[in-house]
């Protein structure tokens, strides 16, 4: 599980085990992972979530809840190779907690 440096502390609200439940929901099959790489490393379909830098939000746990929700439509992807939109709440049927869980573990992908 990714988790926080040493002396980085969780956004208000964040607890390990969200971070935990995300970590599990992100890298199943078939779900996050499949565009953003198993540990959000960056993939054909999505880019690097581990480097702390963004195209689409501005790193804060909320901005990264609003996007999961909401997604990202084709014309706003950046790069063209990543050819596909990211549909609300990646396609799924995330419920809001696991939604907030999965922000929690994106969260702490970028804020090592």
């Given at each position: ?76 992807i ?9 549909r ?23 804020h090592?």
């Amino acid at each position: 599980m990714a988790a926080p440096a040493s002396g980085s502390a969780l956004p208000a609200g964040v607890t390990a085990q969200m971070v935990a439940a995300g970590d599990s929901i992100f890298n199943a099959p078939r779900n996050c992972n499949g565009c953003h790489g198993k540990g959000g490393v960056g993939g054909r379909g999505g880019p690097d979530l581990t480097a702390g830098k963004y195209e689409h939000v501005d790193g804060s746990y909320a901005a990264f809840g609003t996007i999961i929700t909401d997604g990202v439509p084709k014309d706003s992807i950046k790069h063209a190779e990543h050819r596909f939109p990211m549909r609300p709440r990646g396609g799924h049927d995330f419920t809001d907690a696991q939604v907030a869980e999965l922000a929690a573990y994106v969260w702490t992908l970028g804020h090592k």
